[in-house]
């Protein structure tokens, strides 16, 4: 089966730079995709690593090593708006390349 | 371009009732998905579509049947509604990059409240 652990909430403050990891068990393994959800709001697609290594995209970076089965989100200069919850997804096969599994999420709380 | 939308917004039902949870997307995406997300949950996979005309179940299926009516549009079936079918029901719709991400596009999701 397909597991994944996320810290449940993190706590930052405003201006300051949050990690939030990711680790996960699969069978079988093509890529750690990173989602941030607002309450109330549906999930937006922010970033995606299929090899080792970092992803930077604005304020956002997304790390994955492999061989560790560990990712992480990294958040800099973090604004009131980044509160939200941050989900990992792992894409894996097995009823094609389609599956997809979800962590339980991080609430991120950014504080003035 | 609406994206992903979906309809109802909002839905009271009563125990033993069925609906149908409508979707559709205008991205000419291939995949579809329906995802049931709980407290404490995440998004739970119920079933998923890779194509126009295929169907497969996902994580938590029973309960639940789906059709692709096309290419565009992904239903979602409940046939007779339990309490423990409450839940914010997403769809969402996926395409390939040339990175190889399987960035997939939510609606707005709707809220079910089985009674």
């Known amino acids: 089966g397909q597991s994944l652990e996320q810290p449940s909430e993190v706590t930052a403050v405003e201006g300051a730079i949050v990690q939030i990891n990711c680790t996960y068990q699969?069978?079988?393994?093509?890529?750690l995709s990173w989602y941030q959800q607002h309450d109330g709001g549906a999930p937006t697609f922010l970033s995606y690593?299929?090899?080792?290594g970092l992803e930077e995209t604005g304020r956002f970076s997304s790390f994955l090593s492999r061989s560790d089965s560990y990712g992480y989100l990294l958040l800099q200069e973090l604004q009131m708006k980044d509160s939200a919850s941050y989900f990992c997804?792992?894409?894996?096969?097995?009823?094609?390349?389609?599956?997809?599994?979800f962590g339980t999420g991080t609430k991120l709380q950014v504080i003035p | 371009n609406a994206g992903v939308t979906q309809t109802p917004k909002f839905q009271v039902l009563k125990t033993g009732q069925s609906m149908t949870l409508q979707c559709a997307q205008d991205?000419?995406?291939?995949?579809m998905y329906w995802y049931r997300q709980d407290p404490g949950m995440g998004l739970r996979l119920i079933y998923y579509?890779?194509?126009?005309?295929?169907?497969d179940k996902g994580e938590v299926p029973n309960g639940y049947n789906v059709s692709r009516l096309n290419k565009r549009e992904f239903s979602l079936r409940l046939e007779s509604a339990a309490p423990s079918q409450t839940s914010v029901y997403f769809c969402?719709?996926?395409?390939?990059?040339?990175?190889?991400?399987?960035?997939?596009?939510f609606g707005p999701g709707t809220r079910l409240t089985v009674l």
């Open positions: 699969t069978s079988g393994f093509y890529g």
């Open positions: 969402a719709s996926s395409r390939r990059t040339s990175g190889g991400a399987d960035t997939q596009y």
């Open positions: 579509s890779a194509s126009e005309g295929t169907t």
């Open positions: 991205m000419n995406h291939n995949s």
């Open positions: 690593n299929a090899l080792d």
């Open positions: 997804a792992v894409r894996s096969p097995g009823g094609g390349y389609q599956k997809v599994t």
